[in-house]
Antibody, heavy 116, light 110 residues
């Protein structure tokens, strides 16, 4: 069974940092792109970042470029999102997702609240 | 910046067929955009319905189907049921390596 489990969310002040992690199991992790997608309260889905299977390519939405960094650990079958210089409008549920192009699978999501 | 346009809302009666569309501001939708469709009810995790234009995800009823019609990606729900009342989002993979979601369609089953 494919599983993706996010962790690391919580409350952080504007300008602060947070690191999200996503533990995966049940599939060949090294074969898939991995993504982070977020959803602000009452809003739609917003793609945040993705990373190639071998980690050689990383891509970011304009709204997080230069502040967020995606990475993956093939030994741990995990993907992470380092979020720096957080803003109030980064408040959202963050979903770890497997390959939006090929049999996408979603984690349950983790809430990040940026507030003073 | 590429924008994806979906119908904001749609109302349909049970048993009817509804066609939801997604358009790309950058031009026609092609198979290389790998159109995908997701269903989400409030407070729940999105559920993958269709990916790679027309491949139905495991466990998804066959009343849901994806295709390309003209310049758009299309999700057709044949014989809508009350339980299909949800928000529907499409997504595309872009040649630049980025991905993008549409704003979502709120489907109401009357």
């Amino acid at each position: 069974e494919v599983q993706l489990v996010e962790s690391g969310g919580g409350l952080v002040q504007p300008g602060g940092s947070l690191r999200l992690s996503c533990a995966t199991s049940g599939f060949s992790f090294s074969s898939y792109w991995m993504n982070w997608v977020r959803q602000a309260p009452g809003k739609g889905l917003e793609w945040v970042a993705n990373i190639k299977p071998d980690g050689s390519g990383k891509y970011y939405a304009e709204s997080v470029q230069g502040r967020f960094t995606i990475s993956r650990d093939s030994a741990q079958n995990s993907v992470s999102l380092q979020m720096n210089s957080l803003r109030v409008d980064d408040t959202a549920v963050y979903f770890c997702t497997r390959a939006l192009t090929t049999a996408p699978h979603w984690g349950q999501g983790i809430l990040v609240i940026v507030s003073s | 910046q590429t924008v994806v346009t979906q119908e904001p809302s749609f109302s349909v009666s049970p048993g009817e067929t509804v066609t939801l569309t997604c358009a790309l501001s950058s031009g026609p939708v092609s198979s290389t955009h790998y159109p995908s469709w997701y269903q989400q009810t409030p407070g729940q995790t999105p559920r993958t319905l269709v990916y790679s234009t027309n491949t139905r995800s495991s466990g998804v009823p066959d009343r849901f189907s994806g295709s390309r019609v003209g310049n758009k990606a299309v999700l057709t729900i044949t014989g809508v049921q009350a339980e299909d009342e949800s928000d529907y989002f499409c997504a595309f993979y872009l040649p630049s390596g980025l991905s993008v979601f549409g704003g979502g369609t709120k489907l109401t089953v009357l």
